[in-house]
């Protein structure tokens, strides 16, 4: 079965390093989004993506946050200066896009800034 | 902006139990889909209710979706240890999916 992969599985940052987050959606969808997990808490909406531009964001996704599709099949979460409080479960998304369709995650990129 | 509010926050069950929890969301939907996170897992796709009204069962789980399509309830019976993880709700409204907070059980033998 198709799915979403994400890399990396884990990774550890300096606080004010930059961070790339990977993935690579399912080949034929056509929305993409990014969500984040604070530990023990629950999923929370930042980012969506259609025809290669921002569709929606979260107050969340403030200018140190940008997302890129960069080769048609990647989509990247970027974190400019990252701060202790970024550190959470990063889980990427991706829908085929009818209204029925069912949204598919990855299995998350663990960040850790320290 | 859409709002999903899910209860109870924590659900502590006998096993063997049924428990029920709750979600409801400030607009319409289109379709409410529910997810099963174990401890140091990703959410996991478990269903996606789409008509109003619908009911849909998977072995011990029944998940409902209101008439107004602005509720949904996943209630489980005869619980076991393996149901013990975070069940959230996702209510989806155009192409973005909103989650509750969630619902952690935790099973006492």
């Known amino acids: 079965e198709p799915e979403v992969t994400q890399t990396p599985s884990h990774q550890v940052t300096q606080m004010g390093q930059e961070v790339i987050l990977r993935c690579v959606p399912i080949s034929n969808h056509l929305y993409f989004y990014w969500y984040r997990q604070i530990l023990g808490q629950k999923v929370e909406f930042l980012v969506s993506?259609?025809?290669?531009?921002?569709?929606?964001k979260s107050e969340i996704f403030d200018d140190q946050f940008s997302v890129e599709r960069p080769d048609g099949s990647n989509f990247t979460l970027k974190i400019r200066s990252t701060k202790l409080e970024d550190s959470a479960m990063y889980f990427c998304?991706?829908?085929?896009?009818?209204?029925?369709?069912?949204?598919?995650f990855g299995e998350g990129s663990w960040l850790t800034v320290v | 902006g859409q709002q999903v509010m899910q209860i109870p926050q924590y659900q502590h069950v006998q096993e063997g139990e049924d428990f029920t929890t709750y979600c409801n969301s400030s607009t319409t939907l289109s379709n409410i889909q529910w997810y099963k996170q174990r401890p140091g897992g990703h959410p996991v796709f478990l269903i996606q209710?789409?008509?109003?009204?619908e009911v849909k069962k998977q072995k011990r789980l029944t998940f409902q979706f209101g008439e107004a399509k602005k509720n949904s309830s996943l209630h489980i019976t005869a619980t076991q240890t393996t149901d013990v993880g975070t069940y959230f709700c996702a209510g989806r409204s155009d192409y973005k999916l909103s989650f509750g907070a969630g619902t952690t059980v935790t099973v006492r033998a």
């Open positions: 993506f259609y025809n290669n531009e921002i569709s929606e």
């Open positions: 209710l789409v008509k109003s009204g």
């Open positions: 998304a991706s829908l085929p896009g009818a209204a029925g369709n069912t949204i598919y």
